[in-house]
């Protein structure tokens, strides 16, 4: 059957690299889990308490990978950091059992939630969405995906941020509220999920500002590590 021509140029497919592979990961779409630390609950003023996890999206264009600059977006004077682990999707489906959930994983990264904090306080205050706060050009940089099929599925390790050398966010996977086969089971039950999804997993305690020319340095030991630089 022959391609339909389209009436505007077709955006372009996001691809995102994946570690000893020339081949590359197509994203479809980009979930994030909100306050899936309980230290990070706290200092955001919520109750730690394991409560039923919530979703909000990112764009998929808002993917920022390795190696290029960060840019510091428009109307905000109080940019944060969260780091997060990342999980790219290779099947999905709807009402996915959390037995089988982990079949679907392709692999693992780390990424950062950036976040205009200052919008996000407003749209809470009025009881409006996020998007303005989360869905931004450059919000999502992310390393590399390292297949699972090298590393299996990891339940704890360190994860950890630095913004100019300096600590900032230190906590370990195994401190998340809803590990990964549960985010996935939960999330299926909202959205049919499918190959190319990818899930931004909730960061810990120590969010903070970063300003134009910080360098941050993030990672999560035995999945990978990323570097940013704040232009």
């Known amino acids: 059957m022959t391609a339909k021509a389209t009436v505007i140029p077709m955006p372009p497919q996001i691809l995102l690299p994946v570690e000893g592979e020339e081949a590359l990961f197509p994203v479809r779409r980009v979930y994030c889990v909100g306050r899936n630390y309980a230290a990070h609950a706290v200092e955001m003023g919520h109750d730690p308490a394991r409560e039923k996890p919530f979703f909000f999206q990112k764009n998929p264009d808002n993917l920022l990978p390795p190696g290029l600059g960060m840019p510091y977006p428009p109307l905000t004077e109080d940019l944060h950091h969260e780091v997060e682990a990342v999980v790219a999707l290779r099947a999905g489906g709807a009402d996915i059992p959390l037995e089988e959930a982990l079949n679907c994983v392709y692999g693992y990264a780390v990424g950062i939630d950036f976040t205009r904090r200052d919008l996000q306080a407003e749209a809470k205050q009025e009881g ?104």
């Open 128 to 231: 409006k969405p996020w998007a303005a706060a989360k869905a931004f050009e450059g919000s999502a940089p992310i390393s590399a995906i390292v297949p699972a099929a090298r590393i299996g599925h990891p339940e704890h390790g360190a994860i950890w941020l630095k913004v100019n050398d300096r600590k900032k966010q230190q906590g370990d996977m195994n401190q998340m509220i809803w590990k990964v086969p549960e985010i996935i089971a939960e999330l299926s039950k909202l959205f049919v999920l499918a190959p190319g999804d990818v899930i931004m997993t909730g960061t810990p305690s120590g969010v903070g500002p970063v300003q134009r020319g910080d360098h941050v340095d993030c990672g999560i030991d035995g999945i990978a590590t990323l570097s940013v630089t704040i232009v």
